[in-house]
């Protein structure tokens, strides 16, 4: 302190008010001073009493979370005062920076009358990491509302030291069994079941009861392969037995999976009525329907059929490969949405594919409400993740989403199933394909150019696409490509390399899946195989008898079957095959990884092996690049684990449109 006028004192630095404030002003008061200052004195700092939470459910099912700090005898909402200070502090949106926040550092929250209160980090840290998303906009001075869902983390604040919380019992017990699966009992699978489930089924087939006693909903997310169709069957089959499957439950299914599901349900559940809602002729089968167990039909038939699906009441509404009505919007998707049934039930091995509005379109239909509108989801949690790798929101997430999902891998559950291994074929472009890559590639990055330069990135997708789709052609095939030169191009890289590889792996005894995303190249592939006089069968879709063409393949000999990615890419059992090809590669590794499960599934006795066909520097290894990226997104929400998150931008379609290295001509 030093000399002001007489009676007048002052401190060197203003620097050294809140250590004199904290620490010399109550010195000051407990010797005796009488201390008066204005409450809006700017360096004034108080202390908090006490930390008060109280949680109460109202009818709707909802938690009111009402959080109070208690400042000179005086309760205050706590909301608006956090809002603040997340808003104006970037700290609190960072996982990382907030583990390096020493809690006993200081932080100020300021009062709307103007007085600044001191608490400790340690305080306010768990409340960021479990409610940040509540923050978006100005709570008011009302209770913050959760979905009786969350009720998870309503119990981590209620363990916070310090803090008086009362009605913590309403959350207590749900919160348990949703977060730690308590009072998931052991379940005995149905006597009628003709399959003995390994354990980790037995796990399932106990959670999809725990979800129907309790009245939730979830998503079967195994990856493929793992059996997810026989747990359900077995978990259907279980209802009926203890006599709850009252009405019938209905299975919404790609038109691939009829078959499957049919085939696995006469084998493994017999004692299930099953309906197939299928075919021209499926009109006159609709009466049918509350005699029989579980009913399938199909993603497009379903917006059409609707108005006679719904005058039945059904026990369990499924969504097999239930990505499929990623696009909320969809008609598919709308009209699972207006269907009456009880319990509710997601099954894919890709909950994930893209970007996290795929997860809330499967959430919306499963349990509503629970991750809010589509809007402010895009709000809350989409941008925030998938443009700023935000790492609280992607963890707080991953934990919100993580009660409702079983997700098991083959490396962790099925330790008998051979090993996959992958290997890389890569082909040089020579002569007139190498100079009609480029010549394609050098137009279509002029025109993506003048495209986004006239109309911006996020307009110009239709003209990029059509790029890459030009690109990806002439890796494949020249004569994929619909130019006038194309077709005078005699070199075809690829289709030399595959047309090498095939008689050998034939005559090795090898039994092998082809996959190609475009029809055009399997018919090109067919004639080839036609004039070595190689034995094949195809799918397609347009193969009217695909179950022949299956049979052929699996039971016949057939030692070579052509697919397409769209076709057969999901929901065929093919462990007759013990080679996968991959003609042309795709930037999302789920869809590859689906195809080849196709062979390494359960059921699997012999070693695979996968051939991924790739054009050297071209923009198919720039594809192979970006499956990475992809795989990183889902892995940030659906495993614990998360890794960075990143954006398919501009730079990347430089990266897929950069020349050919230079090589032989």
Same mark, same amino acid.
């Given at each position: 302190?030093?000399?002001?006028?007489?009676?007048?004192?002052?401190?060197?630095?203003?620097?050294?008010?809140?250590?004199?404030?904290?620490?010399?002003?109550?010195?000051?008061?407990?010797?005796?001073?009488?201390?008066?200052?204005?409450?809006?004195?700017?360096?004034?700092?108080?202390?908090?009493?006490?930390?008060?939470?109280?949680?109460?459910?109202?009818?709707?099912?909802?938690?009111?979370?009402?959080?109070?700090?208690?400042?000179?005898?005086?309760?205050?909402?706590?909301?608006?005062?956090?809002?603040?200070?997340?808003?104006?502090?970037?700290?609190?949106?960072?996982?990382?920076?907030?583990?390096?926040?020493?809690?006993?550092?200081?932080?100020?929250?300021?009062?709307?009358?103007?007085?600044?209160?001191?608490?400790?980090?340690?305080?306010?840290?768990?409340?960021?990491?479990?409610?940040?998303?509540?923050?978006? +906009? $100005? *709570?008011?001075?009302?209770? /913050?509302? !959760?979905?009786?869902?969350?009720?998870?983390? %309503? &119990?981590? @604040?209620?363990?916070?030291?310090?803090?008086?919380?009362?009605?913590?019992?309403?959350?207590?017990?749900?919160?348990?069994?949703?977060?730690?699966?308590?009072?998931?009992?052991?379940? +005995? $699978? *149905?006597?009628?079941?003709? /399959?003995? !489930?390994?354990?980790?089924?037995?796990?399932? %087939? &106990?959670? @999809?009861?725990?979800?129907?006693?309790?009245?939730?909903?979830?998503?079967?997310?195994?990856?493929?392969?793992?059996?997810?169709?026989?747990?359900?069957?077995?978990?259907?089959?279980?209802?009926?037995?203890?006599?709850?499957?009252?009405?019938?439950?209905?299975?919404?299914?790609?038109?691939?999976?009829?078959?499957?599901?049919?085939?696995?349900?006469?084998?493994?559940?017999?004692?299930?009525?099953?309906?197939?809602?299928?075919?021209?002729?499926?009109?006159?089968?609709?009466?049918?329907?509350?005699?029989?167990?579980?009913?399938?039909?199909?993603?497009?038939?379903?917006?059409?059929?609707?108005?006679?699906?719904?005058?039945?009441?059904?026990?369990?509404?499924?969504?097999?490969?239930?990505?499929?009505?990623?696009?909320?919007?969809?008609?598919?998707?709308?009209?699972?949405?207006?269907?009456?049934?009880?319990?509710?039930?997601?099954?894919?091995?890709?909950?994930?594919?893209?970007?996290?509005?795929?997860?809330?379109?499967?959430?919306?239909?499963?349990?509503?409400?629970?991750?809010?509108?589509?809007?402010?989801?895009?709000?809350?949690?989409?941008?925030?993740?998938?443009?700023?790798?935000?790492?609280?929101?992607?963890?707080?997430?991953?934990?919100?989403?993580?009660?409702?999902?079983?997700?098991?891998?083959?490396?962790?559950?099925?330790?008998?199933?051979?090993?996959?291994?992958?290997?890389?074929?890569?082909?040089?472009?020579?002569?007139?394909?190498?100079?009609?890559?480029?010549?394609?590639?050098?137009?279509?990055?002029?025109?993506?150019?003048?495209?986004?330069?006239?109309?911006?990135?996020?307009?110009?997708?239709?003209?990029?696409?059509?790029?890459?789709?030009?690109?990806?052609?002439?890796?494949?095939?020249?004569?994929?490509?619909?130019?006038?030169?194309?077709?005078?191009?005699?070199?075809?890289?690829?289709?030399?390399?595959?047309?090498?590889?095939?008689?050998?792996?034939?005559?090795?005894?090898?039994?092998?899946?082809?996959?190609?995303?475009?029809?055009?190249?399997?018919?090109?592939?067919?004639?080839?195989?036609?004039?070595?006089?190689?034995?094949?069968?195809?799918?397609?879709?347009?193969?009217?008898?695909?179950?022949?063409?299956?049979?052929?393949?699996?039971?016949?000999?057939?030692?070579?079957?052509?697919?397409?990615?769209?076709?057969?890419?999901?929901?065929?059992?093919?462990?007759?095959?013990?080679?996968?090809?991959?003609?042309?590669?795709?930037?999302?590794?789920?869809?590859?990884?689906?195809?080849?499960?196709?062979?390494?599934?359960?059921?699997?006795?012999?070693?695979?092996?996968?051939?991924?066909?790739?054009?050297?520097?071209?923009?198919?290894?720039?594809?192979?690049?970006?499956?990475?990226?992809?795989?990183?997104?889902?892995?940030?929400?659906?495993?614990?684990?998360?890794?960075?998150?990143?954006?398919?931008?501009?730079?990347?379609?430089?990266?897929?449109?950069?020349?050919?290295?230079?090589?032989?001509?």
């Amino acid at each position: 302190v030093r000399s002001r006028p007489p009676r007048l004192w002052g401190l060197e630095s203003p620097s050294h008010w809140p250590e004199f404030m904290s620490e010399h002003l109550p010195a000051l008061r407990a010797a005796g001073w009488q201390v008066e200052m204005p409450v809006d004195f700017r360096h004034l700092v108080v202390d908090v009493d006490s930390w008060e939470a109280e949680i109460g459910e109202d009818a709707g099912g909802w938690f009111n979370l009402d959080m109070g700090i208690v400042v000179d005898g005086l309760r205050l909402p706590l909301a608006p005062l956090l809002y603040d200070l997340f808003r104006n502090d970037a700290r609190w949106l960072d996982t990382a920076q907030l583990n390096k926040l020493p809690d006993q550092a200081p932080v100020i929250l300021t009062t709307p009358t103007g007085i600044r209160l001191r608490v400790q980090a340690g305080r306010i840290k768990p409340l960021a990491l479990t409610l940040i998303d509540l923050f978006d +906009a $100005p *709570p008011g001075h009302g209770p /913050l509302r !959760l979905s009786r869902l969350d009720a998870p983390r %309503l &119990a981590r @604040l209620a363990e916070m030291r310090r803090w008086r919380f009362a009605g913590v019992e309403a959350v207590a017990k749900l919160a348990h069994s949703l977060q730690h699966g308590a009072g998931i009992q052991p379940v +005995a $699978p *149905p006597a009628g079941f003709a /399959l003995t !489930l390994r354990p980790y089924q037995l796990e399932g %087939l &106990a959670w @999809l009861q725990y979800l129907r006693e309790h009245g939730l909903a979830g998503i079967l997310a195994d990856d493929m392969g793992l059996g997810k169709t026989a747990q359900t069957l077995a978990h259907l089959l279980l209802e009926k037995e203890a006599g709850r499957l009252d009405r019938p439950c209905l299975v919404v299914l790609p038109t691939s999976l009829i078959f499957n599901w049919k085939r696995e349900a006469e084998r493994f559940a017999p004692g299930l009525k099953v309906l197939s809602l299928h075919g021209k002729e499926r009109a006159e089968r609709f009466a049918a329907i509350p005699e029989h167990d579980v009913i399938l039909t199909t993603y497009p038939l379903l917006w059409r059929d609707e108005a006679l699906l719904a005058k039945q009441e059904y026990h369990l509404l499924i969504l097999d490969e239930a990505q499929t009505v990623k696009n909320a919007a969809s008609k598919a998707a709308q009209a699972v949405r207006r269907l009456s049934t009880r319990h509710r039930l997601c099954l894919t091995g890709t909950p994930l594919e893209n970007h996290l509005g795929e997860l809330w379109a499967q959430f919306d239909f499963l349990l509503p409400g629970f991750l809010g509108e589509a809007k402010g989801f895009t709000k809350t949690w989409r941008t925030p993740i998938e443009k700023h790798g935000n790492g609280v929101r992607r963890d707080l997430l991953a934990a919100r989403v993580r009660p409702f999902i079983l997700r098991r891998r083959k490396e962790d559950v099925a330790k008998e199933l051979p090993a996959k291994t992958l290997i890389v074929r890569t082909v040089e472009l020579q002569g007139g394909q190498r100079d009609l890559y480029e010549a394609v590639r050098s137009a279509m990055d002029e025109k993506i150019r003048e495209a986004i330069a006239d109309k911006g990135f996020a307009r110009s997708h239709i003209v990029i696409l059509d790029a890459l789709l030009k690109l990806r052609q002439v890796c494949c095939d020249p004569r994929l490509v619909k130019l006038a030169g194309a077709a005078k191009v005699k070199e075809r890289a690829k289709l030399d390399q595959l047309m090498d590889m095939l008689p050998e792996l034939v005559d090795e005894g090898r039994r092998v899946l082809v996959f190609s995303q475009f029809t055009s190249m399997l018919a090109l592939i067919e004639e080839e195989l036609l004039a070595r006089k190689l034995s094949y069968v195809k799918l397609t879709g347009d193969t009217q008898d695909r179950e022949g063409v299956i049979r052929r393949f699996q039971d016949e000999g057939v030692p070579i079957f052509l697919i397409s990615l769209k076709a057969g890419g999901v929901g065929l059992n093919l462990t007759a095959a013990d080679t996968v090809i991959h003609y042309d590669p795709w930037w999302n590794p789920a869809v590859e990884n689906q195809a080849t499960d196709r062979a390494h599934r359960i059921g699997q006795k012999k070693k695979v092996f996968v051939y991924k066909l790739v054009v050297a520097g071209s923009i198919e290894e720039k594809i192979i690049a970006l499956q990475d990226k992809k795989a990183e997104l889902a892995a940030g929400v659906l495993s614990e684990d998360a890794g960075a998150l990143s954006k398919f931008g501009e730079a990347d379609i430089r990266a897929l449109l950069a020349p050919l290295p230079m090589g032989k001509g």
